[in-house]
Nanobody, 125 residues
Framework: QVQLLESGGGLVQAGGSLRLSCAASGRTLSNFPMGWFRQAPGKEREFVAAINWIGTSTGYADSVKGRFTISRDNAKNTLYLQMNGLKPEDTAVYYC??????????????????WGQGTQVTVSS
């Protein structure tokens, strides 16, 4: 497992942008498939975006496709989520996650075994 720490959350108006970062410590991120998930109050944790271990493949939930972009900088041991065109329904705690090495792009939470503590994103209307 690897220790993960998210940052970059905050309060933003609808239509605005935020960039989330997820820094890793303890181990290099370069061999880990990574993902972003979110959980709104009273709702289940849901998939947002994923990136494969080498950064050549990405996947997104339909609700964020075209607005969010996941990327990774293995040299900086950091995962990012650029969020544009934010909507009130994007309000949630956002979590980054890492999984044991696989060539697959992982979109289900149960495949991940390392999680950050989460960062709050609040979008006002």
């Amino acid at each position: 497992q690897v220790q993960l720490l998210e940052s970059g959350g905050g309060l933003v108006q609808a239509g605005g942008s935020l960039r989330l970062s997820c820094a890793a410590s303890g181990r290099t991120l370069s061999n880990f498939p990574m993902g972003w998930f979110r959980q709104a109050p009273g709702k289940e944790r849901e998939f947002v975006a994923a990136i494969n271990w080498i950064g050549t493949s990405t996947g997104y939930a339909d609700s964020v496709k075209g607005r969010f972009t996941i990327s990774r900088d293995n040299a900086k041991n950091t995962l990012y989520l650029q969020m544009n065109g934010l909507k009130p329904e994007d309000t949630a705690v956002y979590y980054c996650a890492a999984a044991p090495w696989t060539i697959d792009l992982l979109t289900t939470a149960r495949r991940y075994d390392s999680w950050g503590q989460g960062t709050q994103v609040t979008v006002s209307s």
